[in-house]
């Protein structure tokens, strides 16, 4: 069946870090791929995205590229500010579907 | 343009108690899921709404879970009995028509806790 894995967390990195976040996927066909943040007492919300392969979806100087051949799915940043602390999760949908199948979270945490 | 809202955003019931939870989802929105979060694992799906029909309730855990969207506007998630393991955070999220806008747009979640 479809999965998503995800490293385990908590990740601890000092500000102005470089963050790498994995996730690998296993799915048929070819699946939408999301990154999601959770900050202390909010909701999920969409970080970014990629809909096909060698897609690079970015947003707020994070990334991650949709790899077919390796199926994953990374999340990077260059720089961790304080204000990245949070909860990230990975998720996909398969095609032709609508439900989000996530991975079991990363919590981060950047120190000043 | 208001999010999607659910409430309560925190319940605390005993063993055997009813809750019922509810999410609003956003203006215009056919289809509504949702969503739960057990004890730090990943979150899982429950079930998938078109307007007011069920699409998808593949996830719902057994027969105490019963989700409702009359009118195809609000949903609700009513459990009883609640158990001990039913405990964790329910999400609810929605997404307009169609597969062209994959991404769904999340609530802030409520937590059940069953003691």
């Known amino acids: 069946g479809n999965s998503v894995t995800q490293m385990e967390g908590p990740v601890t990195l000092s500000e102005e870090a470089f963050l790498t976040i994995n996730c690998t996927y296993t799915?048929?066909?070819?699946?939408?791929l999301f990154w999601y943040v959770q900050y202390p007492g909010e909701g999920l919300q969409l970080l970014l995205k990629?809909?096909?392969?060698?897609d690079k979806g970015s947003n707020k100087g994070f990334e991650a590229t949709y790899r077919k051949e390796t199926t994953s799915f990374h999340l990077e940043k260059g720089s961790v500010q304080v204000s990245d602390s949070a909860v990230y999760f990975c998720?996909?949908?398969?095609?032709?579907?609508?439900?989000?199948?996530f991975g079991t979270g990363t919590r981060l945490k950047v120190l000043a | 343009e208001a999010g999607v809202t659910q409430f309560p955003s925190h319940s605390v019931i005993e063993k055997g108690q009813t809750v019922t939870l509810r999410c609003d989802p956003i203006s215009g929105h056919d289809n509504l899921y949702w969503y739960r979060r057990v004890m730090g694992k990943e979150i899982k799906f429950l079930l998938h709404?078109?307007?007011?029909?069920?699409?998808?309730e593949s996830g719902m855990p057994n027969n105490r879970f019963l989700a409702e969207r009359t009118g195809g506007t609000y949903s609700t998630l009513k459990v009883q009995p609640a158990e001990l393991e039913d405990s964790g955070v329910y999400f609810c999220?929605?997404?307009?028509?169609?597969?062209?806008?994959?991404?769904?747009?999340f609530g802030p979640g409520t937590r059940l806790t069953v003691t």
């Open positions: 709404f078109v307007k007011e029909s069920k699409q998808d």
């Open positions: 998720a996909l949908t398969a095609s032709g579907t609508y439900k989000y199948i």
């Open positions: 799915a048929t066909g070819y699946p939408s």
């Open positions: 999220a929605s997404s307009p028509a169609g597969l062209s806008h994959p991404e769904q747009y």
């Open positions: 990629a809909t096909k392969a060698d």
